[in-house]
């Protein structure tokens, strides 16, 4: 297909899209990953009159775990005790995705980064400060990559 035939072809119109709806991520240890997004990361875990019908049997189950943002985008965490890890080192990129990533106030950001160390999170790299702000990088019981960052402090 040509790039001008691509052209012609429907497309949604920016705008069209709302938000975020949710995040989906697979995980070996639904306790390890509840207690990283819940009691670490601080995420409110939806309770059982919260989650989604569509979700009510596996919730029931004890097969997947539900959590808010501060923005409202819900982070759904599916139990897979099969799951192997995509490497023993999880610093190779592993899947098409990149990181999930946490926005902070910018007096808050050393806080945070000083939980992490002290619950022995493996830091992957940072903080770094750029001219967008700080950040730090490191895992969730599964090697996914997380962020937590934050603008740049106003004077």
């Given at each position: 297909?040509?790039?001008?035939?691509?052209?012609?072809?429907?497309?949604?119109?920016?705008?069209?899209?709302?938000?975020?709806?949710?995040?989906?991520?697979?995980?070996?240890?639904?306790?390890?990953?509840?207690?990283?997004?819940?009691?670490?990361?601080?995420?409110?875990?939806?309770?059982?009159?919260?989650?989604?019908?569509?979700?009510k049997d596996l919730f029931d189950s004890g097969k997947v775990a539900n959590f808010i943002t501060p923005d409202g985008?819900?982070?759904?965490?599916?139990?897979?005790?099969?799951?192997?890890?995509?490497?023993?080192?999880?610093?190779?990129?592993?899947?098409?995705?990149?990181?999930?990533?946490?926005?902070?106030?910018?007096?808050?950001?050393?806080?945070?980064?000083?939980?992490?160390?002290?619950?022995?999170?493996?830091?992957?790299?940072?903080?770094?400060?750029?001219?967008?702000?700080?950040?730090?990088?490191?895992?969730?019981?599964?090697?996914?990559?997380?962020?937590?960052?934050?603008?740049?402090?106003?004077?």
């Amino acid at each position: 297909m040509s790039p001008s035939s691509k052209s012609l072809a429907p497309t949604l119109a920016q705008g069209m899209l709302r938000r975020v709806h949710h995040i989906a991520l697979n995980v070996h240890n639904l306790d390890a990953s509840r207690h990283f997004y819940g009691i670490i990361l601080g995420l409110r875990e939806l309770t059982s009159d919260e989650v989604p019908t569509t979700l009510k049997d596996l919730f029931d189950s004890g097969k997947v775990a539900n959590f808010i943002t501060p923005d409202g985008t819900i982070l759904d965490l599916f139990w897979r005790p099969d799951l192997l890890p995509p490497d023993r080192n999880p610093t190779p990129a592993c899947t098409g995705a990149g990181h999930l990533a946490f926005d902070i106030e910018p007096a808050l950001f050393d806080q945070a980064v000083d939980v992490l160390q002290q619950q022995h999170i493996t830091i992957d790299h940072g903080p770094v400060t750029r001219p967008t702000g700080r950040g730090v990088y490191f895992y969730d019981p599964d090697g996914f990559l997380v962020e937590i960052r934050c603008d740049p402090a106003e004077p």
